[in-house]
C-alpha cells in the first residue's frame, strides 16, 4: 500500500509538471576546448504562460574548473517544436583549467508559473540535463607559457627619460597587460631576462577584474626596477606577451620594443654598492604573493626610492 501511494505521489507530480508546459533548456557554445580556453553555458527556462516570480537557480559547479556567474537575466519570447514560450536566460563561463572528458552537471531551477488554463501560480522545481563536454591539453606548439585569451594589448611606462642616464641610476619599468575573454589570474606574470649591465628587480604583479556584463576581462599590472651598474651603450631586449587565440585558433604575440641605453660612468661607485644592497635587502624581505593591492610607500615614495634617496643623502652627509 505504501509503495502505491509513492507511485501515485511520482504520477500526480510528473503529471503537474507536465501541465504547467515550463522546462528548461541548456546550450553550450563549444564542447570541445583546451585548457584554460572558455565556453559559454545558456539556459533557457519556458512556459506556455507567464511568470509570476523571478527564476531562481542554483549555482553552477564543474568540475576542474573556474565558473563565472552571469546574474542579469534576458527575457524574451521563444520558439520550441513550432510553438512560441515566455523565456527567461541567463548564462555561465565556464574555464576549465586540466584535460579530460567531464560533466556538466544539473542545475537545479525554480519557476513559479501557472498551468494553461489556469490563472493561478504554481513553484515548479526543474533540473537541467547533464551535458558532456571535452578539454585538451595544451598544445605542443605553444612554446611552455600558456594563456588563453581574444585580444591582448601590452603598454610600459618609465619614471623617468631614458636618455642621460649613469651608474647607479635606478629607472623603474610599469608593464601593464590587458587581455580580453579570460580571467585576470590566468595572465601569466612576466619574467625580465637578467642584464649584464644592471640588476633587475621585478616587483609582485597586481590583478585587476575588469568584467563586463557580457564577457571576462582581465589586466595585470608589474613593476620591474633596474639599477644601472655598467657605463656604456646597452640595449634592454624586447618583452614579449604570447598567448592563445581561439577565435583564429593560433598562438598570436605582442611584444615591448626593445630600448637602447647610453650609461655615463659614476666616480662615487660606492654609491652605486649601497644603493644595490638596500635594493637586495628590501628585495628579500617582499613576502610572495600573487597580486598586491597596493605598493608599499613611505612619505608618498615607492620604498625603493625613498631608500636610494636615504642612502645617497647619507653619502653626502659624511663623505
Not at 4 to 27: D, H, M, N, P, T
Not at 103 to 114: C, F, N, S
Request: with cysteine.
Amino acid at each position: 500500500m505504501k509503495r502505491l501511494f509513492l507511485i501515485l505521489s511520482l504520477l500526480i507530480s510528473l503529471y503537474e509538471v507536465k501541465g504547467q508546459s515550463c522546462f528548461a533548456r541548456v546550450r553550450l557554445d563549444r564542447r570541445s576546448v583546451y585548457v584554460q580556453q572558455p565556453f559559454k553555458v545558456t539556459i533557457t527556462v519556458l512556459t506556455a504562460t507567464w511568470y509570476t516570480a523571478p527564476i531562481e537557480f542554483d549555482n553552477l559547479q564543474v568540475p576542474n574548473a573556474f565558473v563565472l556567474p552571469f546574474d542579469r537575466t534576458f527575457p524574451g519570447m521563444f520558439e520550441h517544436n513550432g510553438k512560441q514560450y515566455a523565456g527567461i536566460q541567463f548564462y555561465f563561463i565556464v574555464f576549465p583549467y586540466r584535460p579530460g572528458k567531464f560533466t556538466l552537471p544539473a542545475i537545479t531551477v525554480h519557476a513559479t508559473t501557472p498551468p494553461e488554463g489556469s490563472s493561478e501560480s504554481r513553484r515548479i522545481t526543474i533540473k537541467t540535463p547533464g551535458q558532456h563536454f571535452t578539454v585538451k591539453p595544451i598544445p605542443d606548439n605553444a612554446g611552455g607559457i600558456w594563456f588563453v585569451a581574444k585580444s591582448v594589448s601590452i603598454h610600459e611606462h618609465w619614471n623617468k627619460s631614458l636618455s642621460n642616464l649613469k651608474v647607479g641610476d635606478v629607472i623603474e619599468r610599469t608593464v601593464r597587460i590587458r587581455a580580453n575573454g579570460t580571467l585576470p589570474q590566468f595572465i601569466p606574470a612576466l619574467a625580465e631576462k637578467k642584464l649584464d649591465f644592471a640588476n633587475v628587480y621585478a616587483q609582485d604583479p597586481e590583478l585587476k577584474d575588469l568584467r563586463t556584463e557580457y564577457d571576462a576581462n582581465g589586466e595585470l599590472m608589474q613593476s620591474f626596477i633596474y639599477l644601472l651598474e655598467k657605463e656604456g651603450d646597452f640595449v634592454i631586449p624586447p618583452m614579449p606577451v604570447r598567448w592563445w587565440n581561439p577565435n583564429v585558433r593560433k598562438m598570436q604575440t605582442r611584444r615591448l620594443p626593445q630600448h637602447r641605453l647610453h650609461v655615463k660612468g659614476n666616480p662615487n661607485l660606492g654609491m652605486v654598492t649601497t644603493i644595490k644592497d638596500s635594493l637586495d635587502v628590501a628585495q628579500q624581505g617582499v613576502p610572495a604573493a600573487k597580486a598586491k593591492k597596493q605598493p608599499l610607500m613611505i612619505w608618498g615614495m615607492h620604498w625603493y626610492w625613498f631608500a636610494t634617496y636615504t642612502f645617497a643623502s647619507l653619502i653626502i652627509l659624511f663623505a
